[in-house]
């Protein structure tokens, strides 16, 4: 299943990479693309997983760019 | 201009760090790259070193913050820890006996680096505000008619069927169909075309667009996650998630990129004074100069002008594209439009309007509006626009009840039962195959044959209008280099041939099935050079397949199709073919400045590297290659924001 979340204050451009690559390491995770100018995380992963997933990519989001969030509806 | 609130505070530390920095170097003075500075007031080394430290703080505490986060977190080469490292290299150099204290240029390093943030943060925020204005298609409310009063609420509350009411200088809040007034709707918005388009009872009309002068009575067709609206803003928001191949190359490239410098700079500040050192002795050992080599090399190693350009130029040409009612899904669409090699046109509806008329009608035995009645009569199910313009001119309503068993054969014609006879309507390949005794037709356009009980009964001749920019399309296509231009068609090869003579194009397949569509462009991807691209237009109403076939698919006249939307990559939200060569000049364009961008932040780049390495120079002073970093950077910045800026040709 495939999920979009939006952000906020992603303000560099290697970071949304470094974010990326990081998403994507997560295990359950079978697609992930963050999208800078859009400001939109796309991630794909089975649906009863997600639970597990979403904090973790708080954590990865968190660890590259402190002040920039996810949000989760 | 509005500033965010971060963006005011970083504003207001760059002004007062500046000041003091300026205040300090009036009062203490001391030396730097800019020479010797005698001060008014003499400090010992150490309270003037305090007195620098203070502006250093105020510019720089978040970054020597996050980058002793970073440092825990094992980001170690993000771009606060380079300036970190750097500017508290330069402070350091004042510790080494042979060097005095360089303050005033760790402060300005510190600084410029905020001043090219702030900028950077500034143009990202207005490029996509370029993007949010787009959503001002989005409407707010919408005033629908509930027990004999008129409510207002929010779009996604009214239901399919509900009547609304659109008031002059309001938009159209849900796809609909007018059942009572009259006005013009500004499209601009949605199509990029400025001359307004007239609606009265019986049109549909499509959200997004704005109601200029009349109150409209609109009976809504589709709820608002499925109306037009919502469906472009999806599309463009979505569009930054396909990235292009450009994308991913510069992100690979800051990958190695940093990581490559910042060991380099690392070689650099201790292998040669230990190699000099060894050889003639400690103490002539020239530290200092290699640690600000050493330094000019880190703070040249960020690669953020590149990281931040490449995307913004694409989403600059994304936005650009679709102020003029092109919506490009994706960054690597954008990018492969720019190669486009052959483009392949759909006749009916794209090329042409698709807007067909009965011309002629040539029974055999039975009178001419006997034949019509049969023709259409037996289509009365059918929405093919043939079908549709013999309704049309049978100008009666059908009855239906005289109707029984209706099947449709595709890339043939229909088969009904009418009045209890078996009535076949379609093309001569349909005659043939239930062996009715047809014959040919000289006249232009499309001849639809009618049998019944396999007994001929005559044709009658349905033909299409041209578009009138289809000509300028083709020519403008040809100007811009595609090597091919194609026209597919279910028509007849006498017409086909007569429309693409017409036209210009290169090449006309005629008689095609929409499976020999698919075949023909397979054919045509075959031919293709390695890396050119084959690009399919169409109407996307019945060549889905097609469209997604092709290397991309373009879909036209997408307002009110969601099937179009769906299965094209790049879609015209109007219908015209003129756009295509537009999308592909945009798309030339922005790849233009994302290679321009390229070539230029890295040859700047790899300049002030060498630079810094060359020993006969003599060090290059910090803020040269800090100058040079956020320079490259704001220059690339200004850059890639003309990509949104497309300019009308």
Same mark, same amino acid.
């Given at each position: 299943?495939?999920?979009?979340?939006?952000?906020?204050?992603?303000?560099?451009?290697?970071?949304?990479?470094?974010?990326?690559?990081? =998403?994507?390491?997560?295990?359950?995770?079978?697609?992930?693309?963050?999208?800078?100018?859009?400001?939109?995380?796309?991630?794909?992963?089975?649906?009863?997983?997600?639970?597990?997933? =979403?904090?973790? =990519?708080?954590?990865?989001?968190?660890?590259?760019?402190?002040?920039?969030?996810? =949000?989760?509806? | 201009?509005?500033?965010?609130?971060?963006?005011?505070?970083?504003?207001?530390?760059?002004?007062?760090?500046?000041?003091?920095?300026?205040?300090?170097?009036?009062?203490?003075?001391?030396?730097?790259?800019?020479? #010797?500075?005698?001060?008014?007031?003499?400090?010992?080394?150490?309270?003037?070193?305090?007195?620098?430290?203070?502006?250093?703080?105020?510019?720089?505490?978040?970054?020597?913050?996050?980058?002793?986060?970073?440092?825990?977190?094992?980001?170690?080469?993000?771009?606060?820890?380079?300036?970190?490292?750097?500017?508290?290299?330069?402070?350091?150099?004042?510790?080494?006996?042979?060097?005095?204290?360089?303050?005033?240029?760790? $402060?300005?390093?510190?600084?410029?680096?905020?001043?090219?943030?702030?900028?950077?943060?500034?143009?990202?925020?207005?490029?996509?505000?370029?993007?949010?204005?787009?959503? #001002?298609?989005?409407?707010?409310?919408?005033? $629908?008619? %509930?027990?004999?009063?008129?409510?207002?609420?929010?779009?996604?509350?009214?239901?399919?069927?509900?009547?609304?009411?659109?008031?002059?200088?309001?938009?159209?809040?849900?796809?609909?169909?007018?059942?009572?007034?009259?006005?013009?709707?500004?499209?601009?918005?949605?199509?990029? #075309?400025?001359?307004?388009?007239?609606?009265?009872?019986?049109?549909?009309?499509?959200?997004?667009?704005?109601?200029?002068?009349?109150?409209?009575?609109? %009976? $809504?067709?589709?709820?608002?996650?499925?109306?037009?609206?919502?469906?472009?803003?999806?599309?463009?928001?979505?569009?930054?998630?396909?990235?292009?191949?450009?994308?991913?190359?510069?992100?690979?490239?800051?990958?190695?990129?940093?990581?490559?410098?910042?060991?380099?700079?690392?070689?650099?500040?201790?292998?040669?004074?230990?190699?000099?050192?060894?050889?003639?002795?400690?103490?002539?050992?020239?530290?200092?100069?290699?640690?600000?080599?050493?330094?000019?090399?880190?703070?040249?190693?960020?690669?953020?002008?590149?990281?931040?350009?490449?995307?913004?130029?694409?989403?600059?040409?994304?936005?650009?594209?679709?102020?003029?009612?092109?919506?490009?899904?994706?960054?690597?669409?954008?990018?492969?439009?720019?190669?486009?090699?052959?483009?392949?046109?759909?006749?009916?509806?794209?090329?042409?309007?698709?807007?067909?008329?009965?011309?002629?009608?040539?029974?055999?035995?039975?009178?001419?509006?006997?034949?019509?009645?049969?023709?259409?009569?037996?289509?009365?199910?059918?929405?093919?626009?043939?079908? %549709?313009?013999?309704?049309?001119?049978?100008?009666?309503?059908?009855?239906?009840?005289?109707?029984?068993?209706?099947?449709?054969?595709?890339?043939?014609?229909?088969?009904?039962?009418?009045?209890?006879?078996?009535?076949?309507?379609?093309?001569?390949?349909?005659?043939?195959?239930?062996?009715?005794?047809?014959?040919?037709?000289?006249?232009?356009?499309?001849?639809?044959?009618?049998?019944?009980?396999? #007994?001929?009964?005559?044709?009658?001749?349905?033909?299409?209008?041209?578009?009138?920019?289809?000509?300028?399309?083709?020519?403008?296509?040809?100007?811009?280099?595609?090597?091919?231009?194609?026209?597919?068609?279910?028509?007849?090869?006498?017409?086909?041939? !007569?429309?693409?003579?017409?036209?210009?194009?290169?090449?006309?397949?005629?008689?095609?099935?929409?499976?020999?569509?698919?075949?023909?462009?397979?054919?045509?991807?075959?031919?293709?050079?390695?890396?050119?691209?084959?690009?399919?237009?169409?109407?996307?109403?019945?060549?889905?397949?097609?469209?997604?076939?092709?290397?991309?698919?373009?879909?036209?006249?997408?307002?009110?199709?969601?099937?179009?939307?769906?299965?094209?990559?790049?879609?015209?939200?109007?219908?015209?073919?003129?756009?295509?060569?537009?999308?592909?000049?945009?798309? %030339?364009?922005?790849?233009?400045?994302?290679?321009?961008?390229?070539?230029?932040?890295?040859?700047?780049?790899?300049?002030?590297?060498?630079?810094?390495?060359?020993?006969?120079?003599?060090?290059?002073?910090?803020?040269?290659?800090?100058?040079?970093?956020?320079?490259?950077?704001?220059?690339?910045?200004?850059?890639?924001?003309? !990509?949104?800026?497309?300019?009308?040709?």
């Amino acid at each position: 299943m495939k999920k979009v979340f939006k952000m906020e204050d992603l303000d560099c451009a290697h970071c949304a990479a470094k974010m990326e690559e990081g =998403i994507k390491k997560i295990e359950g995770v079978t697609y992930a693309s963050v999208s800078f100018m859009a400001q939109r995380l796309t991630v794909e992963a089975d649906e009863d997983k997600f639970e597990e997933i =979403i904090p973790q =990519i708080i954590k990865v989001v968190k660890k590259v760019d402190s002040d920039c969030k996810v =949000i989760i509806k | 201009m509005k500033l965010k609130k971060s963006q005011k505070r970083v504003l207001v530390r760059i002004i007062v760090a500046a000041a003091l920095l300026l205040l300090c170097h009036i009062l203490i003075g001391g030396h730097s790259h800019f020479g #010797e500075n005698h001060g008014h007031v003499h400090l010992p080394d150490w309270a003037a070193a305090l007195c620098y430290l203070v502006p250093y703080f105020i510019i720089g505490y978040d970054i020597l913050w996050k980058a002793v986060r970073g440092i825990f977190h094992g980001q170690l080469f993000d771009e606060n820890f380079l300036m970190a490292v750097a500017t508290v290299g330069v402070l350091s150099i004042g510790l080494f006996p042979d060097q005095e204290p360089e303050y005033l240029e760790a $402060v300005m390093v510190m600084l410029l680096y905020q001043t090219g943030e702030l900028f950077q943060s500034i143009a990202v925020g207005k490029s996509r505000n370029a993007i949010a204005s787009l959503m #001002e298609i989005c409407p707010d409310t919408a005033n $629908v008619e %509930r027990d004999g009063k008129v409510e207002e609420v929010f779009p996604d509350e009214v239901a399919v069927d509900d009547i609304i009411v659109v008031k002059p200088g309001e938009k159209v809040p849900l796809d609909g169909t007018v059942i009572e007034g009259a006005s013009s709707l500004n499209t601009v918005a949605l199509t990029g #075309e400025s001359n307004p388009r007239d609606v009265s009872v019986g049109d549909g009309v499509i959200s997004g667009c704005i109601n200029m002068n009349g109150v409209l009575r609109v %009976r $809504v067709e589709k709820e608002f996650g499925e109306s037009t609206v919502s469906k472009i803003l999806e599309l463009v928001e979505t569009s930054g998630d396909k990235k292009s191949k450009s994308e991913a190359y510069i992100t690979r490239f800051a990958r190695w990129y940093t990581p490559i410098v910042v060991c380099s700079a690392a070689a650099l500040a201790i292998l040669p004074p230990v190699i000099m050192g060894l050889i003639g002795g400690f103490e002539s050992a020239p530290w200092s100069e290699w640690i600000l080599r050493a330094i000019n090399f880190l703070i040249i190693s960020c690669p953020c002008a590149l990281v931040i350009s490449v995307p913004m130029s694409f989403f600059g040409g994304i936005g650009g594209a679709s102020r003029h009612g092109i919506l490009i899904k994706g960054s690597n669409y954008l990018e492969a439009l720019a190669k486009a090699e052959t483009v392949v046109f759909d006749k009916t509806g794209t090329l042409t309007k698709g807007n067909f008329k009965v011309t002629a009608i040539h029974p055999e035995k039975i009178d001419e509006q006997a034949l019509l009645d049969l023709a259409a009569t037996a289509e009365s199910y059918s929405d093919h626009p043939i079908s %549709r313009s013999l309704k049309q001119a049978y100008a009666k309503e059908v009855d239906n009840s005289r109707v029984g068993e209706v099947r449709e054969i595709a890339g043939h014609g229909i088969k009904a039962m009418i009045d209890g006879k078996q009535v076949c309507v379609g093309n001569r390949k349909f005659m043939r195959s239930i062996g009715a005794q047809w014959h040919e037709c000289d006249a232009v356009g499309t001849v639809v044959h009618v049998a019944v009980d396999g #007994e001929y009964e005559g044709h009658i001749i349905v033909s299409d209008e041209i578009k009138p920019d289809a000509e300028k399309g083709i020519a403008q296509l040809r100007k811009l280099g595609v090597k091919k231009t194609v026209m597919l068609t279910g028509d007849a090869s006498a017409t086909g041939r !007569a429309i693409g003579e017409r036209l210009g194009v290169d090449e006309v397949h005629s008689e095609l099935l929409p499976e020999g569509k698919v075949k023909k462009l397979e054919e045509l991807i075959a031919q293709k050079s390695p890396k050119g691209q084959v690009v399919y237009v169409g109407d996307g109403i019945n060549d889905a397949p097609v469209l997604a076939r092709g290397d991309i698919g373009i879909a036209m006249g997408a307002l009110g199709s969601d099937a179009a939307i769906e299965a094209a990559d790049v879609v015209l939200m109007d219908d015209k073919p003129s756009k295509v060569a537009t999308a592909i000049r945009i798309s %030339r364009r922005t790849l233009s400045i994302v290679r321009q961008n390229i070539v230029f932040a890295i040859g700047v780049k790899v300049i002030v590297l060498v630079l810094s390495l060359l020993p006969f120079i003599g060090t290059l002073p910090p803020i040269v290659a800090i100058f040079a970093d956020v320079g490259v950077m704001i220059l690339a910045v200004l850059n890639a924001m003309r !990509a949104l800026y497309v300019p009308k040709k």
